[in-house]
């Protein structure tokens, strides 16, 4: 069993606290970043494109992503808005103060960054499905080292369990479902559903990663993309079975819902894409570090001849 909980703030900067949640997330995208520019060179892309785009992108995600996560929690926020939009908290006499940035909804942020980085490869003139599946192994890998910032702020737990991974969480940070006065904080360990999305998100991109350099795959651009929008939602639709104090819509959870619609819109363009005759006619053509070799019937007379040293007839 884990029985640590962490302080959420690693370090102060004068009276700037820095929380170990913000750092996760910057770590994750400097991961996502070397992920990007690697596999934008790889398939022959302008590798400026991506620290161009980050920014925006990011900018996007961050937006919806607090907007989601707001909605989800509104309950705690209806009585002082402005902390759901500042970073900021309001303390007993009256007063604001940073309270860090946390509380973000991935779908939300999936949402908004897909429709930010649709809309520079139309201002740039680029392929919007090369460049998804350029992005959908970061996207894992930013999943799977920003979750741990989770860790530090106690969230995104489930049900208690005896497994040996069950962790702790101190009474300030329980959900209703489990107050400290029947689930006893020496005794009580509860599920890690960051740690286990995270692990998903570790798998998800090597997995991702290996289909882009098979040469017998059958894939065509933006596959990618679609196969993370199946991969997250399946794994989300799942752990919210585990999750309490849900944002529920007509009694269903709202995550699951919109896990089912990333689930059921990546599997029918996927279906769509690979009908009778497209996965040829579409398939991404082979990236520069790894050429295609000639078929003997394409080689003509001319390029035999080069080959050979000798003039042509």
């Keep these: 069993m884990i ?3 962490l302080d959420p703030i690693a370090f102060t900067i004068g009276s700037f606290p820095v929380h170990w949640y913000g ?4 770590v994750g995208l400097a991961a996502v970043y070397l992920i990007l520019v690697r596999e934008a060179r790889r398939r022959g892309q302008d590798p400026e494109h991506v620290g161009n785009a980050m920014v ?5 995600a961050l937006i919806g992503g607090r907007l989601y996560h707001v909605i989800d929690q509104w309950a705690i926020y209806q009585s002082d808005p402005i902390t759901a939009i500042l970073p900021i908290m309001r303390q007993s006499d009256g007063s604001y103060a940073f309270a860090g940035f946390s509380g973000l909804g991935v779908p939300g942020g999936i949402v908004t960054g897909t429709l930010a980085g649709w809309y520079l490869t139309r201002r740039w003139k680029v392929d919007f499905a090369t460049w998804a599946d350029i992005v959908a192994p970061g996207l894992f890998a930013m999943q799977a080292i920003g979750r741990i910032g989770n860790f530090f702020n106690q969230e995104l737990y489930g049900p208690p369990t005896s497994l040996p991974w069950g962790i702790a969480i101190d009474c300030a940070h329980r959900v209703a479902a489990y107050p400290c006065e029947a689930f006893p904080l020496a005794t009580t360990h509860f599920h890690p559903l960051f740690l286990y999305e995270s692990l998903s998100g570790i798998v998800g991109a090597a997995v ?4 882009a350099r098979r040469r017998d795959s059958r894939l065509v651009p933006g596959d990618l993309l679609l196969i993370f929008f199946i991969w997250y939602g399946t794994t989300r639709f799942v752990l919210e ?7 529920t819509f007509f009694g269903i959870p709202t995550a699951q819902i ?13 279906w769509y894409r690979h009908g009778p005759g497209r996965p040829a006619s579409n398939r991404a053509d082979p990236t520069p570090d790894e050429p295609d070799e000639p078929d003997e019937a394409e080689i003509t007379p001319e390029r035999s001849a080069g080959q050979t040293g000798t003039p042509a007839a």
């Design 23 to 26: 750092i996760c997330y910057a």
């Design 3 to 5: 029985d640590i909980t």
């Design 208 to 211: 991702l990663l290996w289909l």
């Design 241 to 247: 079975f585990l999750r309490s104090g849900n944002w």
């Design 258 to 270: 919109v896990s089912a619609i990333f689930v059921i819109v990546g599997l029918v363009l996927l």
């Design 56 to 60: 925006i992108v990011a900018i996007a």
